[in-house]
């Protein structure tokens, strides 16, 4: 009886020191992974690349709301979405001078000339008009930490859920009429921010 409760104990400190070493292996290779992906991210292949396909994404499905996608859902999210993902060369050139003018003309436009300002230039002149005049707090403490990534990720789930009730199903938002891009379009939305968040928790 005591040679088998020796057994038994050796047997389950084997499992345990095996268990434990395949712990210690995944972490090994977690690390490299992350090592490898900076490394990446070093060369511009990473976040700064994620950025910019994030920003045109958005950007896209934006165009596509007001041209032939013509959703209910809540499109006006990819403001903020752009606004918090534009690359940084894109954000201080339209913060500056440049969207100054653009903004200008926006907004004279749109007060005495309402009749010929475009109904699909309200988001885009909403977005220049929010990169112009937002406090530095916003353009720079926020935009550049986790919580302007996660404020991305949350916009990002809650279109690609929306999206989906809409399309009746996970399947079907595949197989509509546009359905492929619209969807491959909001799942962009998201891999920007689980990047940047998974390089920020390791």
Same mark, same amino acid.
């Given at each position: 009886?005591?040679?088998? =409760? ?8 084997? $499992?345990?020191?095996?268990? $434990?070493?395949?712990?210690? =292996? ?18 511009? #292949?990473?976040? /700064? ?25 809540? $499109?006006? +999210? %990819? ?6 993902? %534009? ?9 500056? =001078? *440049? ?37 530095? #707090? ?6 550049? /930490?986790?919580?302007? *990534? ?8 809650? %279109?690609?859920? =929306? ?24 799942? +962009? ?6 990047? /940047? ?6």
């Amino acid at each position: 009886m005591g040679r088998m =409760e020796y057994l038994a104990m050796k047997t389950d400190q084997a $499992t345990a020191d095996l268990i $434990t070493s395949d712990f210690n =292996e995944l972490k090994i290779a977690a690390k490299k992974l992350m090592n490898d992906a900076t490394r990446l991210g070093g060369l511009g #292949f990473g976040t /700064s690349f994620l950025k910019w396909v994030a920003s045109f994404a958005a950007i896209y499905l934006l165009i596509l709301d007001r041209t032939n996608w013509r959703t209910n859902m809540l $499109t006006s +999210l %990819l403001i903020p979405y752009i606004f918090l993902s %534009l690359p940084s060369v894109l954000f201080h050139f339209l913060r500056g =001078e *440049v969207g100054k003018w653009i903004a200008f003309i926006a907004v004279v436009l749109r007060l005495f000339l309402p009749r010929h300002f475009p109904d699909w230039l309200e988001m885009p002149g909403s977005l220049i008009l929010l990169l112009v005049v937002a406090p530095n #707090f916003f353009a720079h403490t926020l935009k550049d /930490s986790w919580i302007g *990534v996660v404020i991305c990720l949350i916009i990002g789930c809650y %279109l690609l859920q =929306e999206h989906i009730r809409a399309s009746g199903g996970f399947r079907n938002s595949f197989t509509q009429t546009h359905g492929i891009s619209n969807t491959l379009g909001i799942i +962009l939305l998201l891999v920007y921010p689980v990047w /940047s968040l998974v390089l920020h928790i390791f």
